[in-house]
């Protein structure tokens, strides 16, 4: 599969047949975000394997609207994916330079966890497991469910596993709404 087709073809999943993802496998899509690019090649992101299954469900439990009390629909997802990654990010790493933030944007972190994860799902979707980027939760909690130190920031999670579902294509803008040239607003 090439780059494009994962790009096209790569869908947001949230329903998993039960069977087992390897380590192999595991190890496949790992690899693939370790391979992001990161600013000044910092590699501020960790990775947490979750299979263990309460431990899933507690993960599960953090992925709610406490204001509307509604669940995050890909909590399921959660709770029966045979594996979920939790991607965390060191602080303070990226998007400095020499101990001070470099950007408006301050710590960097989230873009290059954003990279990674990317990377994450393109391989898994490439090697045929699902995923979904999960970013609705109470990360304070989930730190908590797994031990995460001060210093780290969870960022996002994902279901992976063999996809019990296979959802349509979103439709996306035509290049002509979202692509400028020469400056903001120039056809």
């Not at 019990?164 to 290049?175: Q, S």
């Amino acid at each position: 599969m090439n780059v494009m087709q994962a790009i096209k073809e790569r869908r947001s999943i949230r329903k998993y047949k039960p069977d087992p993802v390897s380590d192999e496998a595991v190890d496949t899509v790992l690899e693939a975000a370790r391979w992001a690019p990161s600013w000044s090649n910092t590699q501020c992101w960790r990775f947490i394997v979750v299979r263990d299954a309460e431990t899933k469900r507690q993960l599960a439990g953090v992925l709610t609207d406490l204001a509307h009390g509604v669940e995050n629909p890909s909590a399921e997802a959660i709770r029966s994916a045979p594996v979920a990654i939790v991607a965390c990010a060191a602080l303070g790493k990226s998007g400095y330079y020499k101990d001070a933030l470099s950007t408006d944007k301050g710590d960097w972190f989230m873009f290059d966890v954003a990279l990674a994860m990317q990377n994450l799902t393109l391989a898994a979707h490439a090697i045929g497991l699902g995923t979904v980027h999960v970013g609705f939760f109470d990360a304070v909690e989930m730190a908590k469910i797994l031990d995460v130190p001060e210093d780290i920031a969870v960022v996002e999670i994902t279901p992976l596993g063999y996809p019990d579902e296979t959802p349509g294509v979103i439709p996306r803008k035509d290049l002509a709404d979202i692509v400028f040239r020469g400056k903001y607003g120039g056809k």
